[in-house]
């Protein structure tokens, strides 16, 4: 399998974040859009957002870097992944 350029996984994340968490009226996010400070994402979906990019990238996340600050927005989440992802 190639490997996702950032681009595609900025867009990956920001669509399943979207489709699996947000009702219909709060899709307006972007990249930078904060998820959890913001309410969009819990600690519940954050730990399925975890499994779920995990899954996808064949990676292991420490939890120690598993933290609501990372996945604070799509691009701090793609920042993350690209630190195991290689």
């Known amino acids: 399998m190639e490997k996702m ?3 595609e996984m900025k867009e990956l994340v920001l ?3 979207k489709n699996e968490y947000l009702d219909e009226e709060e ?4 990249y930078d859009t904060p998820l959890i ?3 969009y994402v819990d600690s519940f979906s954050m730990v399925s957002l975890l499994v779920f990019l995990e ?3 064949k990676i292991k ?3 120690s870097k598993a933290t609501p600050e990372a996945f604070d927005s799509v691009n701090r989440i793609v920042a993350l992944v690209n630190q195991y992802y290689v």
């Open 15 to 17: 669509n399943y974040v």
């Open 5 to 7: 350029d950032l681009d």
């Open 55 to 57: 899954n996808k990238f």
């Open 37 to 39: 400070s913001s309410g």
């Open 27 to 30: 899709l307006d996010l972007d």
């Open 61 to 63: 996340i420490p939890p």
